[in-house]
């Protein structure tokens, strides 16, 4: 994970006074259970996105897991109803606090060994690879786009995806478990199960939110009835979840890839089903590939060297370059006055790729027009300077580089030995 854009939970020192059992007072010999379990679970790394009702509990269970690293994202705030629903929360308690925060105190207290991570903001807003050093991540969150995005990002990234999600008026339970892994086969993502009114909402950009409140950029005076539930239902989506994690962490049973886990309350039944590839889905399914460096870091390597590490050198097609979060190369800037003046380099594109390069001769500042700003940069387009090292094109302190063919992405890491993980 980047871990500037995150912020580490940390608890008083007197704090760790407080006795906590092992994890193998508690934990069960299930059937099958591998020898090396302990070690697995004290290496696991697993993020969570979203903090509410379902994810709260997530939160609980990960902790008393005690996994190595937790990361928590939510961009809420709890509201007076929220005690309604949210496990470990009283009327009045922590109200208008970040629900990220908040849940990574409580994962803290909880597990004082696992190192937690609370990021107080929607994914989007996360750099590209942030998944990049998860082993899980567990999705419970209320908006479709989000959900999109981390499915997109799962899917890149190869991690395994977990979606949890319930509906209250039938009282069903639903966990859905993606791979994200194997080349052998066309491999769903999250949006290939969604219906076509749920895809309209994506479009529109509506919110569902437990509280009720429906807001989107082309529907911002529209009000639906709310997503309502009940605590238990919350929890046996989480439980559910978890259940799939164990079965994933420690080999126990039949994997659950690409699955989806349905419990109705009403019948008490729970059936599993397969998730497959919709051909008609807009969403990239590539998997990206990890690759070695072929330097000692990435600002020392030039834009060839990585794309003869890629294997495309010589290959047929155009080759996309995306170098680091937040940064496009700039082939030209001009000034209001007419003057152009050459770059050739990578700029930030935090605010669009308008940032001023330089000041010109009639006292305006040089602006990098979008027309001439490239992210992804194809080849053809820094042919002139991809032989120079990253450190001299803007690049100094990049920790990634995407380079792609067609349906191919090789992704380079800084500290990334190009091994998949476990």
């Not at 935090?350 to 940069?377: D, L, T, W």
């Amino acid at each position: 994970m980047a871990r500037a854009t995150f912020e580490e939970i940390r608890l008083p020192p007197a704090s760790h006074a407080d006795a906590h059992a092992p994890r193998s007072a508690r934990f069960p010999q299930f059937v099958g259970l591998p020898a090396d379990a302990d070690r697995r679970l004290d290496g696991l790394r697993v993020a969570i996105v979203g903090a509410g009702s379902v994810g709260r509990s997530l939160v609980v269970h990960a902790s008393r897991l005690m996994v190595s690293i937790l990361w928590i994202i939510d961009p809420g705030r709890f509201k007076p109803t929220s005690f309604l629903t949210y496990p470990h929360l009283l009327p009045g308690e922590e109200l208008h606090e970040s629900k990220a925060v908040s849940a990574g105190r409580l994962a803290k207290r909880l597990s004082p060994e696992t190192r937690v991570w609370v990021f107080d903001g929607g994914v989007e807003a996360l750099p590209e690879t942030a998944f990049a050093d998860a082993d899980f991540i567990l999705l419970a969150t209320d908006q479709l786009s989000a959900e999109v995005e981390t499915g997109q990002r799962c899917a890149h990234l190869g991690t395994r995806l977990i979606h949890a999600s319930v509906h209250g008026p039938t009282l069903v339970a639903q966990v859905r478990c993606l791979a994200n892994r194997h080349h052998e086969r066309p491999r769903p993502c999250l949006a290939c199960g969604y219906t076509r009114q749920e895809r309209a909402s994506l479009d529109q950009q509506i919110r569902f939110s437990c509280e009720g409140a429906q807001t989107g950029r082309t529907v911002a005076e529209s009000r639906t009835a709310p997503t309502m539930s009940v605590s238990f239902l919350c929890a046996a989506a989480a439980d559910l979840a978890m259940m799939q994690l164990i079965k994933w962490a420690l080999h126990l049973g039949p994997a659950p890839d690409d699955t989806l886990l349905e419990y109705a309350g009403y019948t008490h039944r729970a059936t599993i089903s397969p998730l497959v590839r919709d051909p008609n889905c807009p969403c990239d399914h590539a998997v990206f590939q990890p690759a070695s460096s072929p330097r000692p870091t990435l600002e020392e390597c030039s834009l060839s060297e990585l794309i003869e590490a890629a294997g495309f050198n010589g290959a047929a097609g155009e080759t996309l370059l995306t170098v680091g979060d937040d940064l496009a190369f700039a082939e030209s800037a001009q000034c209001a006055c007419g003057r152009s003046v050459r770059v050739g380099r990578f700029v930030p594109t935090a605010a669009g790729p308008v940032e001023p390069i330089e000041r010109c001769a009639c006292g305006g500042a040089f602006q990098v027009h979008r027309f001439y700003a490239h992210r992804p940069a194809p080849a053809s387009v820094v042919e002139a300077v991809r032989n120079r090292p990253l450190r001299e094109l803007g690049a100094a302190s990049v920790d990634w580089v995407l380079v792609r063919q067609g349906d191919r992405p090789v992704l380079f890491r800084s500290g990334c030995d190009g091994r998949e993980s476990p």
